[in-house]
């Protein structure tokens, strides 16, 4: 892991700080209260975010690149959950320690917001509580959709699902 800088420093990545915000309504929107919070990492292939069981005090917004998000089970394998892309936001959850892990795919740069500065900007704010909301649906959504994937198609069509 490489920490770039924190947010309000100029960063050497060919985007503005801003991009983002125009592009992907919801959340990001009000991650925008909390740049100044905000920390730039790069991890590069194959890095850990963060680990499964990892007290949890950040939350992360994916800026580039992917990452999935895993368990490591007996035997060396590794059970993939999800993959986060650009823009996706990933750590939120009712949880005090991490349920999974979080790896680079590739080189990766993420922004790590604290958790008790988002939970602070949730008190009362009913936009946000609001679009919490829709974030967990969509997740859940993904969730199914992968679900689904994983046990009803043959071996060819989930790799299939996953190139297409």
């Known amino acids: 892991m490489t920490l770039v800088s924190a947010l309000p420093a100029s960063c050497d990545a060919p985007y503005t ?7 992907r309504p919801g959340l990001h929107r009000h991650l925008d209260h909390l740049r100044d919070h905000g920390m730039r990492l790069r991890f590069r292939r ?8 990892e007290r949890a005090a950040h ?23 999800d993959f986060m892309f650009a823009q996706d936001i990933f750590g939120i959850g009712d949880f005090t320690h991490f349920p999974y892990a979080a790896e680079a795919v590739g080189p990766v740069l993420v922004v790590a917001y604290p958790r008790a500065h988002f939970e602070h900007l949730g008190e009362g704010n009913s936009a946000l509580q609001s679009d919490l909301m829709s974030h967990f649906k969509t997740l859940l959504e993904r969730a199914q959709r992968h679900l689904f994937v994983t ?9 299939a699902s996953f190139v297409l």
Request: hydrophobic share 30%; proline share 0%.
């Open 17 to 23: 700080d801003t991009d983002w915000l125009s592009c």
């Open 59 to 81: 939350i992360y917004r994916l800026v580039s690149g992917c990452a999935r998000l895993c368990r490591h089970v007996r035997g060396g394998r590794r059970h993939v959950s």
């Open 151 to 159: 046990s009803c198609l043959s071996a060819r069509e989930r790799v």
């Open 46 to 53: 194959n890095e850990t975010i963060f680990s499964e069981h």
